[in-house]
Every structure is written in C-alpha cells, then in structure tokens.
C-alpha cells in the first residue's frame, strides 16, 4: 500500500493519467512538495488570492474512481492479505534500526524496539478493511463530476442548483457495478470480525 502511494514514476500506459500515483498529481498540478511518503500531504494549486484552480485538464470524478480501482483497491486488498499471515503466536519486532530508519524520514525520534502482536495487527486490518469498503462503495456509484469547472471558488458553491441538480445521475448506483457494493458490504464485514478479533485478544493478554 505504501509503495503505491510512494512510487513517484510515471504509469506504464503512455495514453492514460490513471495508472500512476504521481502522474494523477501531475495532471492535479500538485507540484513536489509533501509528496514524500513520510510527509505525504500533497496541497491543491492556489491562484494569487488563495482560491483552490485546479488545471483545465484535471482528473474527473471517474478518472478517480479508475484510479483507484488500478492502484489503491488492489493494494489494500494484498496488505490486508498479507496481515492474514499474523496469528495469535505471531510476534513482529520492529528494531531500532528500523525505527531510525522511519525516525529520520519523518523527523521523529524512537529508540526502543517496538513488539508488535496480533492484537495490533488486527487493529490495522479493520482500519484497511473500512479504506477498502468506502472505495469499492465510491466505485459503484456515479461521481462523474468536472471539478475543475467549480474552480477558482471565487463565491460559496450553490451545492443544490451547480452540483446536483446539474448532475441528475450524481450519486446513483452505476450500471452493472452491483459486485461493488457486495464487496463494500463484505469489507465493512472484515473490518467489524478484525476489530472483534483485535478486542478479544488484547482482552486476553496477561502483561508480564
């Protein structure tokens, strides 16, 4: 999940924007400050008054959903596998040197080893599983929307007129993307069984 996120090269699709993390920041016109993947706060393009202007050219409302679908859905989807390979016996150590390696990327300092169990694992699937239900929940509905043409926001958005009632189909389950809400349903599932499970086995724990 992380190295989509980090991985600042171009898509392998010369014809699409959608293949790539960088190349969606690129056509967002996100210039390269707080794209570092310890730092990861990426700002929208501003005009001389402070007014978010976006380019002419920015992704759409489907380019994001394609983008994720691509990028972010597949990822969480391995992680969360990934963590599945934890048990109840499992015992993970994060070592100093690990930690000054994250320390000095971040600007943070940790010198202690840091143990990681099962409990803390499982807290982390339900986190990604709640990530994964609302992008499989975006997915299948219309988000269809030029967002570009709602910038520079010189005046407040008249959400009701300029948003919905422009977009008829805003927000309507897309034709033939039913699975989607079905695995949402099943990731919001997960998410509920690790926080059980998490509860259940830091309940369980006996401090030496």
Do not use: C
């Amino acid at each position: 999940m992380l190295g989509v996120l980090g991985e600042n090269v171009d898509g392998d699709d010369p014809l699409t924007f959608t293949d790539s993390v960088k190349e969606m920041m690129d056509q967002l016109g996100i210039g390269s400050k707080g794209r570092d993947l310890y730092d990861f706060g990426p700002s929208l393009p501003k005009n001389l008054s402070g007014k978010i202007d976006l380019p002419v050219d920015s992704p759409d409302g489907s380019d994001a959903q394609e983008a994720w679908n691509q990028l972010l859905v597949p990822a969480l989807e391995d992680s969360i596998a990934d963590l599945h390979s934890v048990d109840g016996l499992t015992i993970l150590i994060l070592t100093s040197n690990e930690l000054a390696t994250i320390g000095s990327a971040t600007g943070t300092s940790i010198l202690d080893a840091i143990e990681l169990d099962f409990g803390d694992v499982s807290v982390f699937e339900a986190e990604l599983q709640l990530w994964l239900s609302r992008l499989l929940l975006m997915s299948a509905l219309d988000i269809d929307l030029d967002f570009d043409s709602y910038t520079p926001i010189e005046d407040r958005i008249q959400i009701q007129s300029e948003v919905i009632d422009a977009n008829s189909a805003l927000g309507t389950l897309i034709p033939g993307h039913g699975d989607a809400l079905t695995d949402a349903n099943l990731a919001n599932r997960g998410a509920i069984d690790a926080y059980v499970a998490a509860s259940a086995f830091i309940r369980g724990e006996v401090d030496h």
